[in-house]
């Protein structure tokens, strides 16, 4: 079999559905095997985008998504796409193309040691030498990137090994199981639970994974024992749960912070360092329980006491069979946290001013959406509104990206959301800043007929960098830009562009773009007067007082 076919073959042995990309010259073997496959190439208008693609697909699937690139400037473009699906735990491999190994007339033209630049940036990166490696190259990176904890893999396929032929066999999946934490392990956690006075349980971006969601609302709902999510973990128990004390979108200062500091004993589900700290330890304090596959990573700020290492969800389930709820457990001044939190959060909802106040904005969105629909962020101050306000009832329905924290994804991850779950509604929210850095994509969208809603909030800035520069009493300098007419800019593609005049009409408007076929674009100027004021100040000193 020639190589490119055996690759392929190999691919579709682990169930690719899609391949994201660009090919280039390096790339036509396996093109041409990609066109008789079962395989579907997407064709995406920057190699960026397609990583960003391939990333929430496997964020979405558990399945690891491909994503394909040339040589060279088509390989260095998919850098910041595998930083964020190391960083994020999503599962994806990427594939480039090189010139002939064995023989090449072009000197260095184009070379770039792709497999160097790729080895801090991923879990597994290979250049294959031989048609005889392809199957285990591929059975191997795969498996590195769907286990815990997921991230990027890297095979570079040769322009001469891709033309060879060979006769080897592709290799099968091992039926495996995750390892499962011992027995003292999950006694030493109950036990610091049982006798704590103030227990409370975190969600983090690790428990964002199939089966923990399940097991962790069950915990809750036995236990009684209230709890709070990182931006990552959001969604994972339902955020309209009466026992939710809200998001660690800020560090520290928040209501959910009081409560943090009056805890005795935090069970830690699925913390990765990789996110902003939800909370900084301090000595002495209280007892830190780290329930993860893997163990903590310790820093000045975070060194749990006990640690439970294995299957989540498992962890979790055995942890519950343990243990009871107790008598002398005093959850009064969490409620107390949680009517705080409430009434602060509903302020702002229906501010009529306009541009649209952010908590007006999210809780528009809120409205129209369904608990499934999904809404994918881009990066930019409105992240922090979100993350804080928006309430998410299911894991994965609103994609934000706390641990790169990059530019430019939003767009390309609600198209992949779309294309893994076309039944729900999907929109993607950006600023001007990060949605003009991969902006080409609406052509991608349109082509592939997926209907779905562009949000564009509209500062004229780079709008979070501007907000801490004002925070650090500097001048407004280095952040101001001028845009396109984003409606029009949005009909250039063939999608269609909207501008409300006012708030009344923004929620009304996206209710009616979601519910007609093609791709729709809304721009929304947006007022981020109160920043400081709310997120620097107010929040800080509503929750001192409680």
């Known amino acids: 079999m020639k190589a490119s076919d055996l690759f392929i073959r190999a691919l579709e042995a682990e169930g690719v559905e899609y391949m994201f990309g660009i090919p280039g010259e390096e790339n036509l073997d396996l093109l041409e095997s990609l066109r008789t496959s079962s395989i579907k190439l997407i064709l995406t208008r ?18 690891a998504g491909v994503c394909l690139a040339t040589l060279g400037p088509g390989a260095t473009n998919f850098v910041t796409a595998a930083a964020y699906a190391q960083l994020g735990a999503m599962p994806m491999m990427m594939v480039t193309g090189q010139k002939p190994v064995k023989l090449s007339k072009q000197g260095h033209f184009q070379i770039v040691d792709i497999v160097d630049m790729m080895k801090p940036l991923t879990k597994f990166t290979k250049q294959i030498v031989s048609a005889d490696n392809i199957p285990a190259r591929i059975r191997e990176a795969f498996r ?34 995750r390892p499962v934490a011992d027995d003292k392990s999950i006694a030493y956690a109950t036990d610091a639970i049982s006798n704590a006075k103030r227990p409370l349980l975190m969600v983090g971006a690790g428990a964002n994974r199939k ?44 209501f959910v912070h009081r409560a943090i500091d009056k805890a005795d004993c935090i069970i830690n589900v699925g913390h990765d360092v990789i996110e902003k700290p939800p909370f900084f330890m301090r000595k002495g304090l209280r007892t830190v329980i780290h329930v993860n596959y893997f163990g903590a990573e310790v820093d000045t700020v975070y060194f749990p006491q006990v640690e439970v290492i294995g299957d989540i969800a498992n962890s979790v389930w055995r942890i519950k069979q343990r243990l009871e709820p107790q008598a002398h457990w005093d959850f009064s001044y969490y409620d107390t946290v949680r009517k705080a939190l409430n009434d602060h ?28 629909d999904i809404l994918s962020l881009d990066n930019g101050m409105y992240k922090i509104w979100f993350a804080r306000y928006y309430r998410c009832k299911q894991p994965n329905t609103l994609l934000l990206d706390n641990a790169l924290a990059t530019m430019g994804a939003g767009l390309p991850a ?24 991969n902006s080409q994509e609406i052509e991608t969208a349109v082509r592939l007929n997926l209907n779905m809603t562009m949000i564009v909030v509209r500062d004229n800035a780079y709008g979070m960098i501007k907000w801490k520069q004002a925070n650090m009493d500097f001048e407004n300098f280095g952040m101001d830009m001028g845009n396109p007419d984003f409606v029009k800019y949005a009909e250039s593609y063939g999608a269609r562009g909207h ?7 923004f929620a009304p408007l996206l209710e009616k773009t979601l519910a007609e076929p093609g791709f729709d674009l809304i721009e929304v100027p947006i007022d981020y007067s109160d920043n400081d004021r709310i997120l620097n100040r107010e929040i800080k000193e509503l929750s001192a007082k409680l």
């Open 46 to 63: 920057h190699e960026q985008g397609a990583g960003f693609m391939a990333a929430t697909y496997g964020r979405l699937t558990g399945k």
């Open 499 to 505: 501008r409300p005049a006012n708030a009344a009409e």
């Open 414 to 437: 609600g198209m992949a959301a779309k294309m893994v779950f076309p039944e729900r509604k999907v929109v993607a929210l950006a600023g001007d800043g990060g949605f003009m850095m």
């Open 144 to 177: 590195r990137a769907e286990e815990e904890r997921p991230g990027a893999v890297h095979l570079e396929l040769p322009e001469d090994i891709a033309d060879e032929e060979s006769d080897a066999m592709l290799i099968p999946k091992s039926h495996h199981r």
């Open 211 to 254: 089966t923990t969601a399940k097991m962790l609302r069950e915990f809750v709902d036995k236990m009684g024992i209230p709890f709070f999510t990182t931006q990552m973990g959001k969604g994972v128990v339902d955020e309209t749960h009466p026992l939710w004390l809200g998001n660690a979108a800020l560090s520290d200062g928040d």
């Open 345 to 372: 959060l509903a302020v702002g909802a229906e501010d009529e001013r306009y541009p649209i106040y952010p908590q007006r904005l999210v809780a528009d969105i809120r409205k129209v959406l369904g608990p499934n």
